[in-house]
């Protein structure tokens, strides 16, 4: 399964809202995670299920969507939040796939 | 807490292999998956390989498949990745993460360098 992401970066002011998608080949039904990787650092699970939160993750993230087409929201941007977003695909049995990632920076 | 860390990374030259270890303490480490991805420099992230919560069920990559094996000991809270017939391509930092379907919790990884 291959997972596409759009846009490649996305340019956004602190406090606007960012939309992040991510598209899968086929159907993954709602097995689909988001991470966000700062530099130098290890991947953080923001996003599981789709639009589950993980433990700790601030509200201004949501994620939604289901078969192809996801989406991650972050309604109001902290300066924190600049990052590059990955999404993971976990549809029934491995391989796993993830997107190639998008890079929200700071316009 | 939950800390997974990473060994076993380095220079190796094409064709030769390494083995990679993965730490785990903070939780109960025999009831649940542990995956593998790498990173290759200023790229993203690439899945490699999966090890289920007793070693039954273990899936791989198809850019490692025969090449990688993924091991764990639940005695010790340890996952290993034996990586034979490296190649340049294989380059890249490695991490492993508590989960099956997703990583919950990553290592901040090792840095495998492939080169003659």
């Known amino acids: 399964i291959v997972m596409t992401q759009s846009p490649a970066t996305l340019s956004v002011s602190p406090g606007e809202r960012a939309t992040l998608s991510c598209r899968a080949s086929?159907?993954?039904?709602?097995?689909l995670a988001w991470f966000q990787q700062k530099p130098g650092q290890a991947p953080r699970l923001l996003i599981y299920?789709?639009?589950t939160r993980a433990t700790g993750i601030p509200a201004r993230f949501s994620g939604s969507g289901s078969g192809t087409e996801f989406t991650l929201t972050i309604s109001s941007l902290q300066s924190e939040d600049f990052a590059v977003y990955y999404c993971?695909?976990?549809?029934?049995?491995?391989?796993?796939?993830f997107g190639q990632g998008t890079k929200l920076e700071f316009k | 807490q939950v800390q997974m860390v990473e060994s076993g990374g380095g220079v190796v030259q094409p064709g030769r292999s390494l083995r990679l270890s993965c730490a785990a303490s903070g939780f109960s480490f025999s009831s649940y998956g542990i995956y593998w991805v790498r990173q290759a420099p200023g790229k993203g992230l690439e899945w490699v390989a999966v090890?289920?919560?007793?070693?039954?069920?273990?899936y791989y990559a198809d850019s490692v498949k025969g090449r990688f094996t993924i091991s764990r000991d639940n005695s010790k809270n340890t996952v290993d990745l034996q990586m034979n017939s490296l190649r340049a391509e294989d380059t890249a930092v490695y991490h492993c993460?508590?989960?099956?379907?997703?990583?919950?919790?990553w290592g901040q990884g090792t840095l495998v360098t492939v080169s003659s």
């Open positions: 993971q695909q976990y549809n029934i049995r491995p391989p796993y796939t």
């Open positions: 993460a508590k989960g099956y379907s997703y990583g919950e919790d």
């Open positions: 299920g789709a639009s």
């Open positions: 090890i289920s919560y007793d070693g039954s069920d273990k």
């Open positions: 086929q159907s993954v039904s709602s097995n």
